[in-house]
Every structure is written in C-alpha cells, then in structure tokens.
C-alpha cells in the first residue's frame, strides 16, 4: 500500500505547481492524508494535511497563504497547489496518510504517516 506523488519540476520563483497523490492497493478515503517535503541534507518536514471530507487543513506556517491541499476521494488522489514559489521550498515532496485527526496539533509529524511512497522533486531556481 503505497502513494505516489507527482506533478513536480523546475520552476521560476513565483512560479505555480500542482502536485498530485494517488493511493493504489487501499481506498484512503477514511484518512487524514499529509504532505511533506525533504530538501538535501534535512529532515522531512510537514507541508499540508486534509482530513476524510475536506472540512479540516492544516499548513506549515512557512507554506500558509501559498499552498493549498485538496483531494478527490472519488479519484483517491490529493491535490497540493503551489504558488508564489520560493527557492526554500526546493526538495522532494511525499505524500502520506494517518488514522489520526488533525486536531491538538496532530497529524502534523512524519511519525504519524505511513504509505511513502516515490516523491516528486520540486525545484525553484532565483
């Protein structure tokens, strides 16, 4: 049971992506499903989450106002729109999902995921 991202590149700042996650060998319907990032020589870090409806996100401040997460249960995919890039938010993206809410503060470290699959390299050149 794996999900891979995709839809990343090299881009411009300023520049706009749009990553997709699909789920294959399970319906993710019923999960929280997280994005995260990892640039050379750093830990993983959290990007995005949605819970099961779409009612409830969550972002780290860093990506707030730029980055939006959606998802298609009907496609079993997420969505993670980016904007306005930055050089910083160079690295791979991953996608992920977790049992728990997105509420207290969860569902917003890698500890809590499982699913990584193949990620997809952004890259915004200056």
């Known amino acids: 049971v794996q999900l891979q991202a995709s839809g990343g590149g090299l881009v411009q700042a300023g520049d706009s992506l749009r990553l997709s996650c699909a789920g294959s060998g399970h319906t993710f319907r019923n999960y929280v499903r997280g994005w995260f990032r990892q640039a050379p020589g750093k830990e993983r870090e959290f990007v995005a989450a949605?819970?099961?409806?779409?009612?409830?996100?969550a972002y780290a401040d860093s990506v707030k106002g730029r980055f939006t997460v959606s998802r298609d249960n009907t496609r079993n995919t997420v969505y993670l729109q980016l904007s306005n890039l930055k050089p910083e938010d160079t690295g791979v993206y991953y996608c992920?999902?977790?049992?728990?809410?997105?509420?207290?503060?969860?569902?917003?470290?890698?500890?809590?995921?499982?699913?990584w699959g193949r990620g997809t390299l952004v890259t915004v050149s200056s």
């Open positions: 949605i819970n099961w409806s779409g009612s409830s996100t």
């Open positions: 992920g999902f977790t049992p728990n809410s997105l509420r207290d503060g969860l569902g917003r470290t890698r500890y809590e995921y499982d699913g």
